[in-house]
């Protein structure tokens, strides 16, 4: 009997044998024109998925490496940001703006909820120095999807940057940058991306 282990850690989809078989490759160096060939053309096709005329960052890390890329690089320790907080992954937008030492106004949502504009709206007014918004496009563990559309709108009438974990849902379901007006979405490469 043939048993073939499955890591689904990353999951939830598998990873193709085409790419399983494409690692197996020699590896080509970072700095030939052929790695800068194909860089350059992910690049474009990544602008076209995320929606935006900006450039799109690619990290070598996972989903919860490009949160951290994101808190770190967009807040000071000591800022405020406000979490809309739904489920289990919300919850580490929390744990890593803690980490960072920025001050977290957490919006407690039941789980199975989706965010409501009137309760963004309201903690903006009464956190008016929060820097940020960071909430999930849909939330893995409940399977909700967030106005993403609407939040954003509100944020855009402050000074707050919208940060979105669009990890499991990129490419499933919509969420363009710059029509909507999100500054930083994050993915990965493991789930609608996949």
């Known amino acids: 009997m043939l048993i ?27 700095r030939k ?3 800068c060939a194909i860089a350059r053309e992910c690049g474009e096709k990544l602008r076209i998925a995320f929606g935006t005329e900006q450039p799109v960052l690619t990290l070598a890390a996972s989903g919860t490496g490009a ?8 807040f000071a320790p000591g800022e405020e940001v406000i979490v809309l907080q739904a489920g289990k992954f919300a919850e580490r ?27 963004l709206r309201a903690a903006l007014a009464e956190h008016p120095g929060a820097k940020g918004v960071l909430v999930q496009l849909s939330e893995t563990s409940t399977g909700v999807m967030h106005p993403i559309r609407e939040l954003a709108e509100i944020v855009r009438n402050t000074d707050a940057l919208m940060v979105v974990d669009g990890i499991s849902g990129v490419l499933i379901a919509p969420c363009p940058m710059d029509e909507w007006g999100i500054d930083c979405l994050v993915t990965g490469s493991q789930k609608g991306v996949m």
């Open 4 to 30: 073939k282990k499955r890591l689904l850690t990353p999951g939830p989809t598998q990873l193709p044998e085409r790419v399983r078989f494409a690692m197996a490759r020699d590896m080509m160096h970072h």
């Open 33 to 35: 024109p052929e790695f």
């Open 67 to 74: 949160m951290v890329a994101a808190v770190t690089n967009l």
């Open 93 to 119: 937008w929390t744990k890593i703006a803690e980490s960072r030492n920025l001050t977290v106004h957490v919006v407690s949502i039941p789980w199975g909820e989706a965010a409501s504009p009137e309760r």
